[in-house]
């Protein structure tokens, strides 16, 4: 079947969904069908042909990108925000997070696969736009938007990599903007988009920003207003770990604890208020000074229903940028 071509504010990915909503169409491709879904706010043509994609339904083996239409380059750039995100899923154990030997993995991939159009198309409004402006936040905004619709279909609801797509959007727009730039940089880059308001954001309070207000929280905004100090702290436990002498899986492992530490993660303060996040900061730290194991860590927080995802995604965008260096 021919690419479509000519979709502006259009995004192409995968979809489980035989009926879906009133605005996504399906167009049959073997077993399952791609959806073409519209970008709310986004109605630049190469933007749009930056995420026309095809990708195959779901198998013994993760699917990836190809037929992209836009740049190779905002390709790249997607490519290894996903597989920054994979290689955050492959560890184990990641202490109260799915992932490893305890959950499906080919479901978790699948679902890390679905964000790679939204994630290219990040990269090329961001090329296009040219700077850290109001108006590039709304268009981020846009494709953020869809981009969840989008992985919300391909792994049927579960949204297994639910907000993962807001620090790493961002860090690729971020990227895009300064394609040399240093971590640094590109976090700050990322922090001046997401100083701007996202004036088309819906107004419904999120249970994200309930929680912020409640109890002063910074949240994923804050993260990011302030430039992603908790990436940057990630990947300083990465270096910190490698010069150590480290291997790779324990070198990442701690870089998430040094996350966990410190972050305030508002779907914890959520799910399980103040006394459950002090409980997986306390744990962290146990663990990186040597007083709890890993095992009986992540076997807590399990218990408890503990699941630090905020510390997740972000070690996925540390990777991102750690692979960049």
Known sequence: MPRPRGFAGVA????????????????????????VVRLDGVTDTAAAQAVAS?????????????????????????????????????LTPRPG???GR?????????????????????????????????ALRIELGAVG??????????????????GAVWPL????????????????????LAGRIAAHPDRRAPRTPTPGSAVSVRYGAAGAKGEA???FPHVRRALAALDTARHAGAREPEARINALLAV????QDTGLLHTAGPYGLREVQDGARDVAEGRLSLDDFDRRLRERGLRPRGSGHLLAAALFLDGRR
């Open 12 to 35: 192409v990915g995968p979809c489980r969904d035989r009926r879906p909503p009133e605005n996504v169409r399906d167009l049959p491709d073997g077993a399952w069908p791609r959806c």
């Open 145 to 162: 938007r869809s981009t969840e619709r989008t992985m919300a279909r391909a792994d049927g609801g579960r949204v297994l990599h639910h």
């Open 54 to 90: 095809r990708l195959p339904g779901p198998g013994p083996s993760v699917p990836r990108m190809i037929g992209s239409i836009g740049s190779r380059e905002d390709e790249r750039l997607a490519r290894a925000a996903v597989e920054a995100l994979v290689a955050g899923v492959d």
């Open 97 to 99: 997070l799915a992932g």
């Open 225 to 227: 207003r302030a430039g």
């Open 260 to 263: 966990m530490t410190t972050l």
């Open 102 to 134: 305890r959950t499906d993995g080919g479901d978790l991939r699948w679902s890390a696969e679905a964000l790679a159009p939204g994630l290219a198309a990040a990269a090329a409004v961001a090329r296009r736009v040219g700077e850290p402006s109001a």
């Open 169 to 188: 959007g961002l860090l690729v727009a971020g990227a895009a903007l300064a394609p040399r730039g240093t971590a640094e940089e590109v976090t700050a």
